[in-house]
């Protein structure tokens, strides 16, 4: 390869040259464009470069994966790692110099928040991504903002709150950022009014999470027997559906709710979570989650993890080429979903198209130890 | 029990602690409690409706009267020359995890003599309904009318005041439930002379060697040990989750592969259903103390869990969720458990090992665990003598005559 010109060329590459390389070239495809079998061929560079990194910087990843086998595989035979230990265990695989926040995230109530330590290539490409793929939705300019959430403080020093982060993320395509609800959650009518007279013929961007738009805005509204309206936003909202599902509320209750109170004719669900920031799977008109070219999923069979077919409901595994400074490029959720194709979903989009059904059900086993008596 | 009533559940003759209480104990091994266990006994085995609950039919066996005879002929030997009497009042605290242990406990001091009361745990459970309601209706018949008096079995708040009340009636107590449990009801004082019989956070192993190249034992040795697991998801105290292997990794890993085939096996469709969890449970602690340099590598994880791990620390069986997870360590000898046996091992179950070299090895003063030793399949039949104590003797007053 050396010619007589040539000097520099000899050093050698680091991981770090050769993860952002093959992550630049993965960013160079459409996001929603690309065949599963190109696509595959493309992340699974990445992620075996990435698996590689979090070998050699991360000694917890490492006890745990270095009998992992990366070469010739595709990406089912990626293995992963359960989501519940970035609870239980503070991984990262950069420096403590180069961490530049810790994103926490309590998942499921009560429990200990996820911790994700991200650094500056990380958080970098989080964002370049999530503007990518939202902007197939979105177009490139900014919209006027309305966050159904409140302003309070979600950010202490260098830990940052996930949902705060997932605000933030979204604020990014808005601008008059307006907040409609209180710090106790309660509606702020004048600000929600304000907003819908200023925007009542403009386009307008709509965001929240899934349970604090319906509990704390759309159940509200209805019962303050008020109308807001809202005709021409585009509400996007995600955070899951575990609470709504024991009030019954699915994705068309959801959304015909949403029209009746506020007139939003477009709402847009996606799927994604802390411990993978900037890769998310956005729902299209037909109603399925679809995966962008810098991510992916595989199902895999409760009992056994092994793959799943199209049509088969199971756990979610979820692949995504950005985790760099922590080791959750491919993370075994506890969420139960459903694949229905690849490559031919009615909207046109390729790659693999899915629904998330419901959370894994938690199974309290009686320990001896709830005996009686707690001393008073 | 006068308060605005913590009380789920109450069964007995007497309607309060005192008035139980004060009555005089019966005898040790008196008619009344040897006709009222062969009626109870008899009840348990015959009738339909308790078939599909093998623990019940288990209890049932337990308690026949051959067995009840052999027991007491056992106490008789062992306090020749002395007289044996109840120690009185003895209150139950039992536990959760296992649905027919408040049986178990209550008959060993019933037989005795003693008044009971029996705190029930908070769990509810078929079987345990089942139970209960034999009770009721033995209780209501008149040749019983004595023990209904004398025994009271009783489910309460965990908050209640009442647990303070309790405490001043009792002569012994059988604290069930671990370390937590006990150290939160022994807050409650008692009379001075009360005895204690606190059953402790423990857990189980079994050393299993055993020649891989005969299938039908590698697959007898797999029926055995998961019939000692399957029973209370594994979370019996008795129920072994470590595996002493004597033998190589291949050995294991074929073994690892029976026992899940015959677990999955044993699973009905509604078992299977709730089951779902289970696997990843398992991954969460195979890869937290993988990550931690605890742990070796996951042999197989789909109905059990098989991990291997060159020695057995407290932080492993911390992280120990039951329902079929094992930590495999792999020895060379018998000898090899020297330094695996902590104190909070209660049984350890054998197979294809010599029971000379066990005897050998428990008998070291430096082993500090260990107060069960019984071949595969034996980890869950209860005796009365358990976790190292000898119930009855326990439960009784031995007055000595020169």
New interface residues.
Partial sequence: MQDDDSVETDIPMTIEDNYLTKLESLFEVPVYDVSQVEKERLLVEVLATLHQHHVENCE??Q??AS?WKTDNIQLSDIPF??V??FK??A?KSVPESKVLKCLTSSGTSGQVPAKIFLDAITSRWQSKVLVRILQQFLGKQRLPMLIIDSPGNHQSGSRVNARFAGIQGLAMFGRDHTYALNNDMTVDWEAVEAFCRKYENDNVLVFGFTFMVWHYFIAAIKSANRTVRLPNAHLFHSGGWKKLQSQSVDNHTFKAGVLNLTGIPKVTNFYGMAEQVGTVFMECEHGFLHAPSTADVVFRD????SELNVGQTG?IQVLSALPYSYPGFSI?T?DLGTLHGVDDCQCGRKGKYFTVESR????E???????????? | MSQQSPVQFQLSASSTFSELAELSPLTVGSSEVLGFLKKLSEKLLRSPEFKPFPEIIALGFWLRDSQVRIWLDMLAKESEGAIIKPVGCVVHYTPNNVDSMFMYSWVCSLLVGNNNIVRLGSADSQAKSLLLEVLTSLFKQAEFSAIAQRNMFIQFDKQSSLNKDLALFADARMLWGGDESVRAIREFSTKPRCRDISFADRYSATIIDVDDNEPALLDKTAQLLWHDTKAHNQLACSSPRVIYWMGSETSLLAFSQRLNAIAQKSDSSEQRKTGQSRCNEHLVVAQLLQMQGIAGRSLINERVCVLSMPSVSAEAMAQHSGDGLFYAVKINSVEALRSQLPDSVQTLTYWGVAKDQLLKLLAEPSIQGVDRCVSLGKALSFTPEWDGYRLFTLLTRHINLD
């Fill in positions: 917890s990843y006890r745990l009998t790692v359960a519940r230990l239980l265990l991984l409760c009992y056994d993890f756990l075994l506890e894994l059900p938690k199974v086993l009686r320990g001896c130890s709830d005996t009686a008596a707690a001393a008073s």
